[in-house]
């Protein structure tokens, strides 16, 4: 039996990360078997990576169109603030389904500003992304600068159930592989992120398509706003803070490509659970908080050299023969 190694290769650089974790997660588990291998251990650290996860979602469908959205995180936290003034303060009678589902309509139009920048006035994403970063940052302290820990309808805080928020998640990630890989709107994403004008020429509108995108990527920032709510149940003003820079290297980690136009969204799962095994083996080695923050850093710059390494493979690989 013959193999093909060009296959083989491809294989593993598209599916680098799976093999990161694989590797990471033996080497912890051989360091610290008692907590590693215990299965509240993964279930934990799956559950409590999860309103990221809709951050690492939102981010890969910006930069699989060609963009980058910096806002996510802080938006997030204004959604999550907004909301929880709404159902607890503002309108504290509003049906649990409309309660639900207020973080993701928020989101939504959040994420349609920066979509409308972008797509329609054609603006550079990560300045428009930038300002908006700032403006949500302190429009959250505006809304409420403290904390609110009570007077939540009792199913919205469904996300703190690790029974109900992971098959949700696991859903919401094999939905959002499927409509990329097997319908006409994630065909005009990856079109657009590859190539803009030859879309245009194809009659694609690209303005029109960033808009969407961007929009819904503000959608899975209101489900993570959402989902954080549920899972620390309260509101802090710091919700979201410093996640942006984990969504992007989850994205990265993932497969998602700088250059836009190419990426999976399974594979940005496994970015996802990469990040969460790292902050797990760091917590099961009493790691300084101050030094988490460093290595987050890190992780951020292994992520664009993984990024980097992983393009000049694939096209070295995928070269026709001489």
């Not at 500003?113 to 603006?123: A, C, M, R, S, V």
């Not at 497969?255 to 496994?270: K, P």
């Not at 710059?301 to 995928?318: E, G, K, P, T, W």
């Amino acid at each position: 039996m013959k193999f093909d190694t060009k296959k083989i290769q491809l294989f593993v650089v598209n599916n680098l990360s799976w093999f990161l974790i694989i590797a990471f997660y033996l080497t912890f588990a051989a360091l610290r078997p008692t907590g590693m291998l215990s299965w509240s251990t993964i279930v934990f650290m799956i559950h409590s990576s999860i309103p990221l996860g809709f951050l690492v979602v939102g981010e890969a469908l910006c930069l699989i169109v060609g963009g980058l959205d910096v806002s996510l995180a802080q938006m997030a936290g204004f959604v999550g603030m907004l909301s929880a003034l709404v159902v607890t303060q503002w309108a504290p009678g509003l049906p649990g389904i409309v309660a639900v589902f207020l973080p993701v309509i928020i989101g939504l139009f959040m994420g349609a500003i920066n979509g409308f920048f972008i797509g329609y006035q054609k603006l550079n994403p990560f300045l428009v992304t930038l300002g908006t970063f700032m403006g949500f940052e302190a429009g959250t302290l505006l809304l409420h600068s403290y904390p609110i820990y009570s007077g939540f309808p009792e199913n919205y805080l469904f996300g703190g159930n690790s029974t109900f928020s992971i098959p949700i998640f696991v859903g919401v990630i094999l939905l959002m592989a499927f409509l990329l890989n097997h319908s006409r709107a994630g065909l005009y994403i990856y079109g657009v992120g590859g190539n803009a004008q030859s879309s245009r020429m194809l009659g694609v509108n690209p303005g029109h398509v960033r808009f969407l995108t961007f929009t819904l990527a503000g959608g899975f920032a209101g489900l993570s706003g959402l989902f954080y709510t549920g899972f620390l149940n309260t509101v802090p003003p710091s919700m979201g803070d410093g996640d942006i820079f984990l969504a992007f290297a989850g994205a990265i980690i993932g497969g998602v490509s700088l250059e836009g136009g190419r990426g999976s969204m399974t594979n940005a799962f496994a970015g996802l659970i990469f990040l969460a095994l790292i902050e797990a083996g760091l917590s099961m080695f009493n790691v300084d908080p101050n030094m988490r923050r460093a290595t987050y850093g890190i992780l951020v710059l292994f992520a664009i050299i993984i990024n980097r390494y992983r393009s000049n493979v694939r096209d070295r690989l995928l070269q026709p023969a001489e």
